[in-house]
């Protein structure tokens, strides 16, 4: 009898003439060899961990060779799980670690225990029928006894099996997909050479002294760090001090020295808008081909789960002999050694249990990452974000460069209490030799606290009105575009070119062409005044006399200041710091919740405090900064460690929904902003299959929505075909000022 992996795509029965199905020997063959050699690549000279890989793929899909499966495969009816008879196998050979990322490879890493659907059930349900099967087999069954890693152990255990996980499933992927595994280089020399010459032609435009010299002793130092053995890095520059390009020449160089040791370099950003613009950065230097870009937004089916927040409806896959309709996009298994992605989908990728994000773990190994506003990251995940971090340093190759305006947050002094969570003192080495000097070198800004009242919106923007190069930052959505409709009310001569509004509402090509026009206006000393939401405060490179900013966290309220004279022209011509910031309380005392709420409340207590003692918090104050981290950690409660439990018993299940549902996932929503995208979106709309074509072409014209907004968007939103869970905005719901908009007005209908 010959038994069968995956049935012909079109339909065709296996004795018709040009029926292209797959016995199922020559996929686990297929898949085991694939699995080894990513394995390899991951953790090079690890004979045990790539024999791990290919036993893995030798018996991902051993419950193929049942009667059930393979008549389900021929008449294309019934329902048959086949996932767990491997891990059967594996289990019985003293393999967990095997087990687990075989029965996951479909539906995703089951918990240990604790009823339906975990591996401790999946087995006993499993058990007699799959020793049965071995008679079956076509292959060679691995032998397994007394190949088990001596360093495994409890605290390794999850990275071990998630890696191991990656490199099945990417393996199973590939060859359903007809896919060979693909292993760019880096090319680190070429392209640090490029690099070097890029910043040598920015350094030559007209810049204040002060300034220019310190973007030199940044990225001399970051030279110099580059051979260290360290490989949890910290590079703390203040905001204007070059460190996006700097952090790139560190990475590079790093990797130029230590060829064999690093194969790609990833950049973590915590929000779109640096994302977009660090990007093309990238592109610029490197070229448009060389930087993958992998975003936050899904296209997943979401269901609630705990009310608020929503994880993915369904498993991974069915369990079915089909192949794929359509393969994945490329981002899903990160192939490209320049990656540009968002804190969400990078920490999402290592603490999921799904196929599709644990498929790239495997190519994180070895990676040098850079982790971009690395304050930003989330205080009740800290447990979990940290032990996951040094795991990847100590075990897997990796090296961080934590980079902030602000210091780094994640060193505890003696004596802190239990909750904080964070490293000893010492574990992380600073890149920059002189971190004080570079903070006095580089303040160009005073900041006025305005906290004994409320101000009204109406006020506010009678106060920006009164400046012809203002910025104003506010703390959400629904207050930016009250701010940006008051200010166009009251600006003289109703020219609505001088007044720019930003949030996540509007796509990426849409903000990056506003922020274009926003530079223009500025080196042309035309008048500028921008109501934007947190996205323009890191990383966004705009130099404003002053800025505007709602109270709100204290390392916040320091990045905004950042945009503030960036180019210190204002401080070099005054003899003193010439950027004002004003922090005033808006007319509800309105914020996120959570930890941006209880970071707010952190801020201004010590702001009042400050001032009642005649004083003034500065963003150039490294003490002021550690009380402020030392507070909000030190009063953080769990911080995740119920969460770095959950890593300990194997809980991946359990594990996932929990950080999902933390990180609340966004569906992806095309918009029609200029012809290239409407032109894209009817060949979505003809075709009906998102390819990676179109991904690309489409993936700047997308505004993330939360699933109680798509349902409040439904009016304005098309679904492409039926079921297909891809939704494109309509035409006139899509404004030039504000982006996207809920409904349409009476106006918008007239043609």
């Known amino acids: 009898m010959v038994y069968w992996a995956h049935s012909d795509p079109g339909g065709l029965s296996p004795e018709e003439p ?47 060779y049942t009667d059930c499966f393979q008549k389900m495969i021929r008449t294309g009816k019934g329902r048959c799980q086949h996932s767990a008879h491997g891990a059967v196998l594996a289990y019985d050979a003293r393999r967990p670690d095997i087990a687990f990322a075989i029965a996951g490879h479909h539906a995703g890493l089951p918990d240990g225990y604790g009823g339906t659907g975990t591996l401790e059930v ?77 910043i040598e032609k920015l350094a030559a435009r007209p810049l204040e002294p002060t300034v220019a010299s310190a973007r030199r002793q940044v990225l001399e130092d970051c030279l110099t760090a580059a051979p260290w053995p360290e490989r949890l890095l910290s590079l703390t520059v203040p905001t204007g001090g070059g460190k996006t390009l700097s952090a790139m020449a560190f990475a590079l160089k790093r990797a130029a020295l230590f060829p064999e040791a690093y194969r790609r370099v990833i950049v973590v950003i915590p929000f779109l808008s640096i994302i977009e613009q660090n990007a093309e950065v990238y592109e610029d230097v490197f070229g448009q081909d060389a930087i993958l870009e992998h975003h936050s937004g899904s296209f997943d089916r979401l269901r609630p789960g705990d009310g608020q927040h929503f ?115 010492g574990t992380i080495r600073e890149i920059v030799q002189e971190p004080a000097e570079l903070q006095t070198a580089l303040r160009r800004v005073t900041i006025d606290w305005e906290l004994e009242r409320q101000a009204s919106w109406d006020e506010i923007a009678d106060r920006i009105v009164g400046h012809s190069n203002v910025l104003c930052v506010v703390n959400l959505r629904e207050h930016a575009s009250k701010l940006f409709d008051a200010v166009l009310a009251r600006a003289t001569a109703k020219v609505p070119e001088e007044i720019f509004h930003l949030s996540t509402r509007m796509c990426a090509a849409h903000r ?29 490179d705009l130099d404003f006399d002053v800025v505007y900013r709602a109270l709100g966290p204290l390392d916040a309220v320091c990045q905004a200041a950042g945009r503030a004279d960036r180019e210190g022209r204002l401080t070099a011509r005054l003899g003193r710091p010439g950027g004002r910031v004003i922090v005033f309380r808006s007319e509800d005392d309105k914020t996120p919740p959570n930890e941006y709420k209880e970071a707010t409340g952190i801020t201004g207590s010590m702001a009042r405090a400050a001032l009642q003692r005649g004083e003034s918090l500065q963003s150039d104050s490294t003490e002021q900064m550690t009380r402020y981290w030392n507070r909000y950690y030190g009063e953080g409660g769990d911080q995740g460690k119920s969460l770095q439990d ?18 609340d996932r966004t569906r992806d929503i095309f918009v029609p902003y200029d012809d ?23 993936q700047r014209y997308t505004v993330g929505l939360r699933p109680y907004e798509v349902e409040k968007a439904r009016g304005v939103l098309e679904e492409i075909r039926k079921d297909s869970g891809i939704w494109v905005l309509v035409e006139r719901a899509y404004t030039e000022s504000k982006g996207l908009k809920f409904e349409l007005s009476s106006g918008d209908m007239i043609v």
């Open 311 to 425: 994880v993915p409806e369904s498993p991974e896959e069915e369990e079915t002999g089909y192949r794929p309709a359509a393969l994945r996009p490329a981002t899903e298994n990160w192939s490209a050694s320049l990656i540009v992605t968002t804190s969400v989908r990078f920490f999402e990728s290592l603490f999921s249990n799904r196929p599709s994000d644990l498929r790239r773990v495997h190519n994180i190994a070895r990676s040098i990452i850079i982790l971009d506003e690395v304050q930003t990251l989330p205080r009740r995940l800290i447990a979990p974000l940290l032990a996951m971090i040094r795991e990847l340093s100590q075990d897997w190759g990796c090296t961080f460069v934590f980079s902030t305006a602000t210091q780094p947050a994640f060193q505890k002094p003696e004596g802190s209490t239990s909750q904080d969570a964070r490293w000893p003192e």
């Open 676 to 698: 290239f995208s409407r032109e894209a979106i009817e060949e979505l709309r003809r075709i009906g299959t998102l390819t990676k074509a179109l991904r690309h072409k489409l």
């Open 122 to 198: 999946l087995l006993k349900e499993t058990r007699a029928e799959a020793v049965s099967l071995k008679e079956r087999a076509e292959i060679d069954l691995p032998s397994l006894e007394n190949r088990r890693p001596t360093n495994l152990t409890k605290s390794t255990f999850d990275l071990h099996t998630r890696m191991l996980f990656s490199c099945l499933v990417d393996a199973d992927r590939l060859d359903s997909g007809h896919q060979v595994a693909v292993f760019p280089e880096l090319m680190a020399e070429p392209r640090l050479a490029a690099l070097l010459a890029h």
């Open 646 to 663: 959950r890593r300990m018993v194997s809980m991946f299940r359990t594990l996932a929904e929990e950080f999902e549902m933390i990180s």
């Open 512 to 540: 990056l062409e506003k922020l274009n026009r926003i530079r223009e206006r500025l080196k042309e000393k035309l008048p500028c005044r921008v109501i934007s939401t947190q996205l323009i405060e890191a990383g966004v």
């Open 18 to 64: 040009g029926a292209q199905w797959q016995k199922l020997s020559e996929h686990l063959d297929n898949v085991a060899a694939i699995a080894g050699q990513l394995a390899d690549a991951a953790r090079p000279g690890d004979e045990l961990f790539k024999a791990a890989a290919e036993a893995a793929g030798k018996l991902h899909d051993f419950g193929k």
